[in-house]
């Protein structure tokens, strides 16, 4: 089985081609940066993955998907082997869409920028990580 499941957001824009067929096939290709497990120091990894969207998919990426967005993808990893012009031997790794979704909505993306310039001047000294609440809730009352 050869199944791949991502979720990243995209590192640039599509880069659409259309073939040169009778009937011309969208081919968009773009970068998806995906966050994988924290490393010992605590630092987190990203690794960039090679996607390549064909057809409606193509044409879907080049409409809609812009830098930023966050994304889902669902596809198969195809590996090509070629020469170049000097004749190196070349290998590329990319993952072939079969399915791509918005992961965030289109406000949220926008308010993710706004945000992150806003959060640090609503910060209190006594930031313990939560949002400051009127409310009283007793642990009687809690599900758990």
Known sequence: MNK???MGRLSK????????AAE???VARYSLAVSRRYKKDGAQDVDFINIVAFGANGEFAEKYLKKGQMIAISGR???RNWEDQTGN????TEVIVE???FAESKGSSDSRRSESTTSNNNKSENDN????????????NLPF
């Open 129 to 140: 990580g939560f949002y400051p609440t009127d409310e009283n809730i007793e642990d009687d």
């Open 24 to 26: 011309p096939v969208a």
């Open 13 to 20: 824009d599509p880069e659409v081609r259309y073939s040169s």
């Open 4 to 6: 791949v499941m991502l």
């Open 77 to 79: 990893l195809q590996v």
């Open 89 to 92: 031997k070349r290998v590329s």
């Open 99 to 101: 399915d791509q979704y």
